[in-house]
């Protein structure tokens, strides 16, 4: 049950992705402590989403190069958490969860290139309703946008399952091969990515903040 609410909060916060503007509702933070919550392993999932968040800031929200950082995200918290080894009322191993997100990164960097595919695909309904536009008419493009989210919500229930399907197999295997070094070497990976993407969003958030105080000193921080 909580995979499947996972799936359809990625469906829904994934629509973010599919509008104009700044990505708010699918950012990896959000969506991972949502996952988390969902698991029941609250800080658990915030900890994946500072991590994860320091990931997805690092590259544009913009440009064929930005892969789906948020299905990342939701895939490695749906398998740490719901893991034989992560149920909710048990904790879940540093090396548990750095495994599961080393392994959703190759089917994040996949959905982006069926992204891309898809938007191509979706040209046509943009002339038809930038033709109706021009003729005066809402329809076709009201109509034209409702379903183009709806196909770009069932495109993103479908990655999630195939993504989980795959990933989660794969997962199931290595994770009991995981052992000796190898697991104390994800553990301590683990203790210390989500310092590193807290102080990565730290320092992307300091440059912001400096940006917009130049802007308001003398010569408009020009």
């Given at each position: 049950m909580a995979t499947l609410l996972a799936a359809l909060a990625y469906g829904i916060l994934s629509l973010d992705h599919f509008t104009v503007g700044p990505f708010l509702l699918s950012r990896p933070l959000i969506l991972s402590?949502?996952?988390?919550f969902l698991c029941g392993h609250v800080p658990e999932g915030i900890a994946l989403?500072?991590?994860t968040e320091s990931l997805w800031v690092v590259v544009p929200p913009a440009g064929p190069a930005q892969w789906d950082v948020g299905l990342a995200a939701a895939l490695a918290g749906v398998w740490a958490f719901l893991s034989p080894s992560g149920g909710p009322s048990s904790s879940v191993s540093g090396?548990?969860?750095?495994?599961a997100l080393i392994l959703s990164i190759p089917f994040a960097v996949l959905c982006r290139s069926v992204d891309i595919w898809l938007r191509r695909q979706m040209r046509i309904l943009s002339v038809r309703a930038l033709e109706g536009v021009e003729r005066g008419l809402a329809g076709p493009l009201r109509y034209g946008l409702v379903f183009a989210g709806v196909l770009w919500g069932f495109k993103s229930l479908v990655v999630f399952f195939v993504a989980e399907a795959l990933g989660g197999a794969?997962?199931?295997?290595?994770?009991?091969?995981v052992r000796g070094p190898w697991l104390e070497g994800l553990d301590r990976a683990w203790r210390l990515w989500?310092?590193?993407?807290?102080a990565a969003l730290l320092h992307q958030l300091s440059l912001r903040l400096g940006k917009g105080r130049r802007f308001w000193?003398?010569?408009g921080g020009g």
């Open positions: 402590s949502l996952v988390g989403g500072l991590l090396a548990a969860t750095a495994l794969l997962y199931g295997v290595l994770l009991p091969l989500p310092a590193l993407g807290l000193l003398p010569g």
